[in-house]
């Protein structure tokens, strides 16, 4: 008899830190590994955030907080939501969390009970899937493809919606695709959700503010469906916070009520210092992001202009966050030497092994003939990594 839980044993481990993990193992052998598997920018938090944290551990916010988060910072997050995505979130329809990870976990696991089915567009977020089953649901995945830039439509999300459908969760811009969702898809994905009335939407926009297409758009913001979405967002991202771990979810206040009962069991209220920080985060202009935007989208034009030159491969356009997902299909079948390339993760090993990049296989996300490429590091260090992926790759015959 295993002396572990089922409910462990089952789950499988993130991916995207797995690689990381191996990633830093070679580096501490003394590999000159190029490490692109994280999901975290590069750039450091801006100074008036660590400026409120100092002030705050000055000021004795040491004590415990509550479970929610400080009432000032729930405010501040619902005039963020009303100024930037047109939502009205009372600040008692908002919860603070560590990261917008628990944010995620707290709303699965407060609607979904076991066999109810929830609905996830592939690629998806590593964590989705595995938080599902957490709360032994039943994961319902959605195919999408490069050509139509990894988003799905509404005729394909009405024929998957069952009897037993609690839930769709989606991200825009989205990782690891980088796609967003425009104002009038997301009206269209609401128009089909509203015709069921016991489905939710959790839309994870956490990548809010790293958008190259104009205005974020948020699904919540229509008025005929607000009352049945959970909208996550968080500071790691956007503010380059990702160490402080805060996230937050606004939601309809008895779904707000389950989020608030079930953090108080699990962790009780997120860190006092980091929630100062976060609060003068949020209440600044976003134009103070804005520099760090402009940043990735120089990068994601010169990774694609490079990646292009190598033979095989397939991109799009990514609108937002920090990926690109190209298709590497044509590789599977391919040897060098001891390397047989059968699918996205023998090929992520492959170029891990062999050209000392380390990047994330398309199967974490639910695709496997994509890889995803994270460009949240230096244009000198991007552009060695795509020369050693290419030397790489052309070996394969």
Known sequence: MSKLSSRITNLSESQTLA???????????????????????????????????????????????????????????????????????????????TGAKQSIANAVLSLINPGEEVIVPIPYWVSYIETIKLAEGVPVTLSTTIDSNFKITPEQLKKAITPKTKMIIFSTPCNPSGSVYSKAELKALAEVVIQFPDVYILSDEIYEYINFVGKHESIAQFDFIYDRVITVNGMSKGFAMTGWRIGYLGAPKWISDACDKMQGQFTSGASSIA???????????????????????????????????????????????????????????????????????????????????????????????????????????????????????????
């Open 19 to 97: 690689m990381t993990k191996k990633s830093r193992e070679l580096q501490a052998q003394g590999r000159d590994i190029i490490n692109l598997s994280i999901g975290e920018p590069d750039f450091d938090t801006p100074l008036f955030v660590k400026e409120a944290a100092k002030l705050a551990i000055d000021n004795n916010y040491t004590h415990y907080t509550p479970v929610a988060g400080y009432l000032d910072l729930r405010k501040a997050i619902s005039t963020k939501f009303k100024r930037d995505n047109n939502l009205n979130y009372t600040p008692e329809q908002i919860i603070v969390s």
């Open 275 to 397: 929630q100062m920080a976060a609060l003068e985060a949020v209440k600044a202009n976003p134009e103070v992001t804005f520099g760090m935007r402009d940043a990735f989208r120089k990068r994601r034009d010169l990774v694609l202009g490079l990646l292009n030159e190598i033979p095989g491969i397939k991109t799009n356009v990514p609108e937002g966050a920090f990926y690109i997902f190209f298709d590497i299909s044509s590789y599977f079948g391919k040897s060098f030497e001891n390397y047989t390339i059968k699918n996205s993760s023998d090929l992520s090993m492959y170029l891990l092994e062999s050209g000392n990049v380390a990047l994330v296989s398309g199967d974490a996300f639910g695709d496997d003939n994509c890889i995803r490429f994270s460009y949240a590091t230096s244009e000198d260090k991007l552009i060695e990594a795509v020369k050693r992926v290419k030397e790489a790759m052309v070996k394969l015959k």
